[in-house]
Structures are given as C-alpha cells and as structure tokens.
C-alpha cells in the first residue's frame, strides 16, 4: 500500500498508532517507516491515548 501512494505521487506517508500497540508498531516498520518526533494525546472513546508516529519518504519527491 505504501508502494502504491508513493508511485501516485506522495512524497512521504505519515501514519500513527497509540502507544503499547507493538503489532501495529512492527507493521509499520515491516513497511520500512520509522519513527518521526511527534506524538500527540488524543481522546478516543473516551479515554486519552498517546499516539506514535511513524513515517516514510519517497526520497527522490522529498528531496
């Protein structure tokens, strides 16, 4: 999927998941994305959740 946004054009794909979720954390890096400096606090049903992000650049659109 990250294969397909990057030959449509992306030149980075950004995606997060809420701490303490390793599984989503491996598919993301099975991906080849690594971790960015941003995490956030977010409600989601009615509880707060830190959220990681993880991230992966086309190289030659991001320059």
Known sequence: AVDAL???GWSAVR???FEG???SRR???KAGMTRVDLTEVIEYRGESHNVVYYE???EIKAG
């Open 6 to 8: 990057v030959a449509m």
């Open 15 to 17: 995606a997060g998941f």
């Open 21 to 23: 979720n390793d599984a």
């Open 27 to 29: 598919v993301m890096e």
């Open 56 to 58: 992966i650049k086309n």
